[in-house]
């Protein structure tokens, strides 16, 4: 069965860093787009930042919040997704998701949180 | 961007009972690959988004028969033919057609 297990999160100070690492299980990771969503809490879902496989160059796209801030990448390797996030900010606090592609996210992990506090 | 305009924001349904709801994005979802990248998600309490339409009208492999979307360019909907118990949570389209992929602001699906 296909599963996404997104660890990293946890309390961090404004402007500190932190990285996510998401790991995909029983499906061939390298052929699949990898995105991050996240959800404030108690409000909707935000899409942060998508990476391509291999055979589109592993293109990137981020939200406007955080671009310039945080950095998507992937270990094929080790199927593993990463969200870099530095110069974190409160408005930044959220559960964080991993999904399988973008355009149709079909498999979501359990979520990571992330806590920007002093 | 496109804004994705959701409706009924609340939905209070009777068990057995039909529900629809709305999204309505800003612009039109069809892509110059001529597919139309609208998706519905269900968000149970405590729980992860799941995934139950995309390409505005496929339902997904274990998602029940009584969830259908439908729709086109500018208007979609979803509709549960009769709800139950289990289908309490907040619902999301989302469209992923133009960067950046939005979503509409949820539908708080609960039973009366």
């Known amino acids: 069965e296909v599963q996404l297990v997104e660890s990293g999160g946890g309390l961090i100070q404004p402007g500190r860093s932190l990285r996510l690492s998401c790991k995909g299980f029983?499906?061939?990771?390298?052929?699949?787009?990898m995105s991050w969503f996240r959800q404030a809490p108690g409000k909707g879902l935000e899409w942060v930042s998508f990476?391509?496989?291999?055979?589109?160059?592993?293109?990137?796209e981020y939200a406007a919040s955080v671009k310039g801030r945080f950095t998507i990448s992937r270990d094929d390797s080790k199927s593993i997704a990463y969200l870099q996030m530095n110069s974190l900010k409160t408005e930044d606090t959220a559960v964080y998701y991993c999904?399988?592609?973008?355009?149709?996210?079909?498999?979501w992990g359990q979520g990571t949180l992330v806590t920007v506090s002093s | 961007d496109v804004v994705m305009t959701q409706s009924p924001l609340s939905l209070p349904v009777t068990l057995g009972q039909p529900a629809a709801i709305s999204c309505r994005p800003s612009?039109?979802?069809?892509?110059?690959?001529?597919?139309?990248?609208l998706n519905w998600f269900q968000q149970r309490p405590g729980q992860s988004p799941r995934r139950l339409i995309y390409?505005?009208?496929n339902r997904d492999s274990g998602v029940p028969d009584r969830f259908s979307g439908s729709g086109s360019g500018t208007d979609f909907t979803l509709k549960i033919s009769r709800v139950e118990a289990e289908d309490v949570g907040v619902y999301y389209c989302?469209?992923?057609?133009?960067?950046?992929?939005?979503f509409g602001g949820g539908t708080k699906v609960e039973i009366k």
């Open positions: 999904t399988r592609g973008v355009r149709g996210p079909d498999y």
């Open positions: 029983e499906f061939t990771f390298g052929d699949y787009a």
């Open positions: 990476i391509a496989n291999k055979a589109y160059s592993e293109t990137t």
């Open positions: 612009q039109s979802l069809v892509h110059s690959d001529g597919n139309t990248y």
């Open positions: 390409m505005a009208s």
């Open positions: 989302m469209q992923a057609t133009h960067w950046p992929v939005t």
